[in-house]
Nanobody, 126 residues
Framework: QVQVVESGGGLVQAGGSLRVSCAAS????????LGWFRQPPWKVREFVGV????????HYADSVKGRFTLSRDNAKNTVYLQLNSLKPEDTGVYYC???????????????????WGQGTQVTVSS
């Protein structure tokens, strides 16, 4: 059974930094493409970034380019999302999702992913 667990969220002031993590286990999760999405309060889920199974970032949302960085530690089967220069509009529940590649297209749409974590809350105060 594939499991996805996010961690590392918290409360930070604008301009600060956080690192959220996504640990995947079970099945062939180590070979999965991994995407990050977030859902701000009262808004729909939106794409943040996607990283390949080999640890190469593929896409970032325009709103986070230059501020967020994806990396992958294959030894731990964990993906990290470094969030720098945080803004209040970055507030939301951050989700990681795994794609086997069977439904993958650009990585920007939730429907492309088969497994999801429960999310970790990131709150940025002004």
């Amino acid at each position: 059974q594939v499991q996805v667990v996010e961690s590392g969220g918290g409360l930070v002031q604008a301009g600060g930094s956080l690192r959220v993590s996504c640990a995947a286990s079970g099945g062939t999760s180590a070979g999965y493409i991994l995407g990050w999405f977030r859902q701000p309060p009262w808004k729909v889920r939106e794409f943040v970034g996607v990283i390949s199974a080999s640890g190469v970032p593929i896409h970032y949302a325009d709103s986070v380019k230059g501020r967020f960085t994806l990396s992958r530690d294959n030894a731990k089967n964990t993906v990290y999302l470094q969030l720098n220069s945080l803004k209040p509009e970055d507030t939301g529940v951050y989700y990681c999702a795994l794609s086997s590649g069977s439904r993958y297209n650009t990585g920007r749409q939730p429907v492309e992913y088969e497994y999801w974590g429960q999310g970790t809350q990131v709150t940025v105060s002004s």
